[in-house]
């Protein structure tokens, strides 16, 4: 078990340009998240998917992102157009919820520090 | 809607000092209650956790009640060491609530312990 691994690290893009993001979570956790941390303040929640199901977005993601989890393994989050208010740091984070629902604790992988010129 | 308010930092304290980090929340459901650490250049990292009022979270040192009554959640050391100094951050998953399963974070508190 390697942890929760993110790519890459470090991206720096200009205004108006795309970027996609990928997790890959623990290999048996069922669920994935991810949040937005700008320098500062703590991380704030983003989106998350059970499965390849993607059970709640935040109002913070807006139309220009996107994200999957195509397989119920990995996931990806795009931002389009990027706009100098994006730069920040993308974590991702996993969990392993059973049958019953129970809470569990969510593992973080080293973050994506996203850098908009 | 869930909020997380952490005391305002940073914290510089000297070795052996004793610690305390404040964090309130504020929920409509039953939380269960977390402290996770940051340290320079690294991830998240979980510190310590209570799902229920009255239950203790350990570790490292680290204790901090589950407080119903006062809606609090304080971090506490004994003896704090230089390699304690990170980003603390206090945080909520509200079972009860619509959002299932999403943490919810203060502000994060600095604490640098100097030798």
């Known amino acids: 078990d390697t942890g929760v691994s993110q790519n890459p690290r470090h991206k720096i893009t200009k205004r108006g340009q795309n970027v996609t993001f990928r997790c890959d979570p623990i290999?048996?956790?069922?669920?994935l998240y991810w949040y937005r941390q700008t320098l500062g303040q703590g991380p704030e929640f983003l989106t998350y998917f059970q499965n390849e199901a993607q059970l709640e977005k935040s109002r913070l993601l807006s139309d220009r992102f996107s994200a999957e989890r195509p397989k119920g393994s990995f996931s990806t989050l795009e931002i389009q157009r990027t706009e100098q208010g994006d730069s920040a740091m993308y974590l991702c984070a996993s969990s392993l919820i059973g049958a019953g629902g129970s809470t569990d604790t969510q593992y973080f992988g080293p973050g994506t520090r996203l850098t908009v010129l | 809607g869930d909020s997380v308010t952490q005391m305002e930092g940073p914290v510089t304290l000297s070795e052996e000092a004793f610690l305390t980090i404040n964090c309130t929340y504020t929920?409509?459901?039953?939380?269960?209650l977390f402290w996770y650490v940051q340290y320079p250049g690294e991830g998240l990292q979980l510190l310590l956790k209570?799902?229920?009022?009255?239950d203790k979270g350990s570790n490292k040192g680290f204790e901090a009640t589950y407080r119903k009554e006062t809606t609090s959640f304080h971090l506490e050391k004994g003896s704090v060491q230089v390699s304690d100094s990170a980003v603390y951050f206090c945080?909520?998953?509200?079972?009860?609530?619509?959002?299932?399963?999403?943490?919810?974070f203060g502000q994060g508190t600095i604490l640098t312990v100097h030798p």
């Open positions: 290999s048996e956790h069922n669920r």
């Open positions: 945080a909520l998953i509200n079972a009860g609530g619509t959002s299932y399963g999403k943490l919810t």
């Open positions: 209570a799902t229920k009022a009255d």
């Open positions: 929920a409509t459901g039953y939380p269960s």
